[in-house]
């Protein structure tokens, strides 16, 4: 087929293939959730039902996209690691990263309703997107382990923050400068006397964030057949194995999790 004389502008298209044998890390956040979680009445610290929609989200995108191992999820962002060997669009750069953050953006207003129910979506809400690449497996498991440092140490500070403002009376200003300088042990021994709780009792969601892994599922299902020599349908009940999304509220910190779960470091992944 002959080409038209215009042809040549694809030459202007950069190659952003990425490196080979390297894990694919793509996190995405949603743009300006100060403003969004206010207007939406977010619960504070923390909100089950935006929480377990972003886990949603997370779980459409591992499901439509291929050659995802392991998200890992707090707050207003979500991480999404592809296999070491994946060939998946021939290993562009964009191509993963705006199908990761499109997919769940579209999720996110699709399944809205489903957990607000008395809360109307007032704007379309955006998220950005970034993909950094791991080679070593130490390396993806130290990335991992920031990101949930980083939701332990966020949360420990807003759970006291609120309780500070919600229970003790004090001004954003003055919870602001009583919790200024301290450090955890402060934060929980405040949680302890004067509120009387106790941090490490508070809802494993908030703590640890939600990590997703496929895991192999028993499911029953009755299904109709019919038999050769007989007239009507049987209802019979068989068991299928399938592989589904999971949501875990667990340490991802130390060894025991990759211990459990050696599958998603495996060489061949
Ligand atoms: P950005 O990401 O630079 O566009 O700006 P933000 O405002 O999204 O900042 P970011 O991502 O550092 O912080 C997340 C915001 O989302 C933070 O203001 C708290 C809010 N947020 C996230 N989850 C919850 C929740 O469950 N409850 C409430 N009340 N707020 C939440
Ligand atoms: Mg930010
Ligand atoms: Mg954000
Ligand atoms: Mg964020
Ligand atoms: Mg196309």
């Known amino acids: 087929m002959a080409k038209s004389k215009f042809e ?30 206010e207007q939406h009445e977010f619960k504070k610290p923390n909100d089950d039902r935006a929480l377990q ?50 997919q769940f953006s579209s999720s996110y207003v699709f399944y809205w309703k489903d957990y607000f129910k008395d809360q109307q979506l007032l704007y379309p809400p955006g998220f950005d997107g970034r993909i950094v690449l791991y ?46 300088g301290t450090l955890a042990g402060d934060k929980n021994e405040i949680l302890f006397s004067e509120f009387n709780i106790n941090y490490n009792n508070e809802p494993l969601m908030y703590r640890k964030g939600t990590v997703l892994i496929w895991q192999k599922v028993n499911e029953v299902i009755t299904k109709k057949i019919k038999l050769p020599k007989e007239e009507e349908e049987k209802e019979v009940e068989v068991t299928r194995t399938k592989t589904k999304v999971v949501p875990l509220h667990c340490d991802i910190i130390g060894d025991q999790f990759w211990e459990e779960y050696p599958e998603i470091l495996a060489e061949d992944s």
């Open 8 to 37: 040549y502008v694809r030459d202007f298209e950069g190659d952003d293939t990425v490196l080979p044998n390297c894990w694919i890390v793509v996190r995405l956040d949603g743009r300006n959730f100060h403003r969004f979680s």
């Open 135 to 180: 080679p070593s497996n130490q390396n993806l498991k130290d990335y991992l382990s920031w990101r949930q440092a980083d939701c332990h140490i966020n949360n420990l500070y807003n759970t006291v923050f609120w309780m500070l403002v919600q229970r003790g009376g004090l001004t954003p200003v003055q919870a602001q400068e009583r919790l200024q």
């Open 53 to 102: 929609l972003m886990t949603k989200c997370a779980q459409t995108v591992m499901q439509e996209l291929e050659d995802i191992s392991i998200a890992y999820g707090q707050s207003d962002e979500y991480s999404f690691v592809f296999k070491k060997k994946s060939r998946w669009f021939k290993r562009r750069a964009s191509k993963f990263m705006t199908h990761v953050v499109s």
